[in-house]
């Protein structure tokens, strides 16, 4: 894009500063989701909650649309279908029971209680409890997901946790399907309420070359980790993504 056309598509109000804080947090969540097959979500949204609050929800999802697919597209020989399908399968109806949730307990205490939910588990995992990605742990995660991911705008950690042993191109490929689907829903559902409009693509076309470097980042990376568990990096980012919902709580915008 031109300097002209940069300039053309520059919001109104938005700091060169600001955008180059924005531009640093999409560089990583981009490269860790390449690497990991997730934490661009868990990454991002805590920060941008705080510091970016006009990412949330709209630009960021948009920059995991094509995040995804292109995560899913690169590995797509290892894509698992049937938890892929499961996965989503599971997230459309945690997406639809959240309204049932948030019916019967409070946003700020769903989020706090997922938030610790998230972090005991992780904190079992470390100890040694193992979790099988089965279809029936795939599903219950993926319901997770919907409900945290609609209340929290992070729903990642439920597939961490249950999905930490896979092999890392099969994990990686896998979840690019599912958090692709699921983004594309998601910028739908957003564009029918008015909540995808000019500004939030804007926010999203001028940081989308940073999205997109640091996806070719996470290639060279992942060679570098081949031999590597991608295990303490999705735990990392599962309490990372917990601690950064809890942060959210403690000092909303």
């Not at 969540?29 to 949204?45: E, S």
């Not at 899913?72 to 892929?84: N, P, S």
């Amino acid at each position: 894009m031109s300097a002209a056309g940069i300039l053309a598509w520059w919001p109104a109000g938005l700091e060169a500063g600001h955008y180059a804080g924005m531009a640093l947090m999409v560089l990583v969540g981009a490269c860790l989701q390449g690497v990991g097959g997730l934490g661009f979500a868990m990454f991002c949204a805590p920060l941008a909650a705080l510091w970016f609050p006009e990412l949330v929800p709209g630009p960021l999802i948009a920059l995991a649309c094509p995040l995804s697919l292109m995560a899913a597209l690169r590995e797509a020989r290892a894509i698992d279908w049937q938890a892929a399908g499961t996965g989503l399968a599971g997230r459309v109806v945690g997406t639809a029971g959240a309204a049932l949730c948030l019916a019967l307990l409070s946003a700020d205490t769903l989020s706090l209680l997922f938030a610790l939910l998230i972090l005991a588990a992780v904190a079992l995992s470390l100890r040694g409890w193992r979790v099988a990605a089965s279809p029936r742990n795939v599903a219950i995660a993926g319901v997770a997901s919907g409900v945290m991911g609609t209340i929290t705008s992070a729903g990642a950690p439920p597939f961490a946790i249950a999905m930490q042993h896979l092999q890392a191109d099969r994990l990686r490929a896998t979840l690019g399907c599912i958090f692709f689907a699921g983004s594309a829903v998601s910028m739908a559902t957003l564009a029918l309420v008015g909540r995808m409009g000019l500004r939030e693509l804007q926010l999203a076309l001028l940081l989308a070359p940073w999205m997109l470097g640091g996806f070719a980042a996470s290639g060279r990376l992942g060679q570098l980790l081949h031999h590597r568990s991608p295990r303490p990096l999705l735990l990392g980012l599962a309490a990372f993504g917990a601690l950064g919902i809890l942060a959210q709580r403690a000092f909303p915008h």
